[in-house]
């Protein structure tokens, strides 16, 4: 029987260990912020590849935005290498979730399985995408122990939050460099028969406007910081936002509105902070001396990041010419250019051919609204084979009764499958071994 006939009976004879493992992620609860129970998955995930013949490495990345002895940023690298030279594929999965929210149904750490989907938080955001990576990986080894080159898969830390305690500190110590790793494949839910090749770039900023504080009965005698806000944000409805509706991109993003450039305004905090949620009292009469704005703008590959801060820049200053006694600050908090492998790049071709092999049909190009780790691996790691494909609807993504569905887990587990044979197996079909076993501490 053909190599890749018996990797997919294979996958197939594991389908309840792939709904088992992933239940068994979304049950340990990685939410972030704070950063919650990161050593405990990379330990699971550890003593789970072990098994399968793989080299663990426990990596904590010291000293990263969030690091701490209560929440310490742990990540896990498996490697297992083949019986004959050859190139490295690598699976990234990022393991933290974010909040829980409102609106739940389903236990967001219950892993239930019904009607074919698995709930949870982090179900296709993207634990499910990590379960199929890994399924993949040892019903490949299962077919073929004696591979050219190596596997590694990874569980890292803080994607959500920027990934700087994941893959940007695995990065910035040659985790993802050329010569080590040839390939990589990030499993976030773009939907099982989307390559997606990149993202959008980032900027993200702190306005503050600053007033006088006065008696809330006497605002004449102060100077209201929240009213300069108001006047920000009116010229950007006025002149920013039009004309950011204007800017089209031809990188192929989904959905379709985020074709264009964006820009959200994340928050807005002005004068007192807010009591405890056991006051019961009113806020004392003041006027505001200070209200802060956090700006997040998207923005397109046929954009300078110069000229997009200058854009924002453009607006206070307009302000400023209108308002005598306006004064202000901006901080910048993030930046990230954006990131596109060409389609013509090795893992590029490689998956697009498993998705025909697989479904039947070609593979769709897209590029994420939204930043994720290949930016690191992109910009530090300097490898540009690089892309994100995995199971799951991205629209379900951060949203309650969040779940993956298993039939799209083992679709993507045989794309996957594939492109280890493309790339590792060749046309060899070897008999099965044993792989070694390795110490995991």
């Known amino acids: ?181 040839q390939h990589v494949i990030i499993p976030e839910p773009l939907n099982k028969d989307r390559i997606c090749l990149g993202h959008r770039g980032v900027w993200w900023a702190e306005v503050e406007t600053y007033g006088e504080i006065a008696h809330g009965s006497m605002p004449f005698l102060g100077d209201c910081a929240v009213r300069h806000m108001g006047a920000v944000v009116a010229e950007m409805e006025d002149s920013l936002f039009p004309a950011l509706a204007q800017k089209r991109t031809e990188m192929p993003v989904v959905p379709e509105g985020a074709r264009q450039s964006t820009l959200n305004i994340n928050s807005i905090h002005g004068g007192q902070t807010e009591g405890d949620a056991d006051f019961t009292g009113l806020p004392s009469p003041c006027v505001p001396d200070s209200c802060r704005m956090v700006i997040d703008r998207r923005f397109l590959m046929e954009e300078n990041i110069d000229e997009v801060e200058a854009e924002v820049m453009e607006v206070l200053k307009t302000v400023e010419g209108r308002r005598d006694t306006f004064r202000y600050d901006v901080r910048e908090l993030h930046r990230v250019l954006p990131s596109m492998t060409d389609r013509d790049a090795p893992v590029v071709t490689t998956v697009a051919r498993a998705i025909e092999k697989t479904m039947g049909r070609e593979a769709q190009y897209v590029v994420s609204p939204g930043t994720y780790d290949q930016k690191h691996i992109d910009r530090i790691g300097k490898l540009k084979n690089c892309i994100a494909y995995g199971p799951g609807i991205l629209d379900l993504a951060h949203k309650p009764d969040e779940y993956v569905g298993v039939e799209d887990m083992l679709d993507s587990a045989k794309v996957m499958g594939h492109a280890l044979i493309d790339l590792l197996a060749g046309d060899h079909d070897r008999p099965k071994e044993e792989g070694g076993s390795h110490a995991f501490s």
């Open 1 to 181: 029987m053909p190599l890749a006939d018996r990797l997919i009976r294979e996958i197939d004879a594991r389908r309840d260990d792939l709904i088992a493992l992933t239940q068994d992620l979304l049950r340990i609860p990685t939410l972030n912020p704070p950063g919650e129970n990161y050593r405990d998955i990379c330990e699971y995930l550890g003593k789970r590849l072990q098994t399968s013949g793989f080299d663990i490495e426990l990596v904590r990345a010291h000293g990263t935005p969030g690091d701490s002895e209560k929440y310490p940023r742990w990540n896990v690298v498996a490697r297992r290498e083949g019986g004959r030279t050859g190139e490295c594929i690598h699976f990234n999965s990022h393991v933290d979730v974010v909040d829980v929210g409102l609106g739940w149904t389903k236990d967001p750490f219950g892993g239930e399985l019904i009607d074919g989907r698995i709930y949870g938080r982090g179900a296709c955001d993207m634990k499910g995408g990590l379960a199929a990576s890994i399924i993949a990986a040892e019903a490949f080894l299962a077919v073929s122990p004696e591979f050219c080159g190596a596997i590694e898969i990874s569980g890292t830390a803080d994607e959500e939050s920027g990934g700087f305690g994941g893959v940007a500190y695995l990065a910035g110590k040659g985790y993802f460099s050329p010569d080590r790793v």
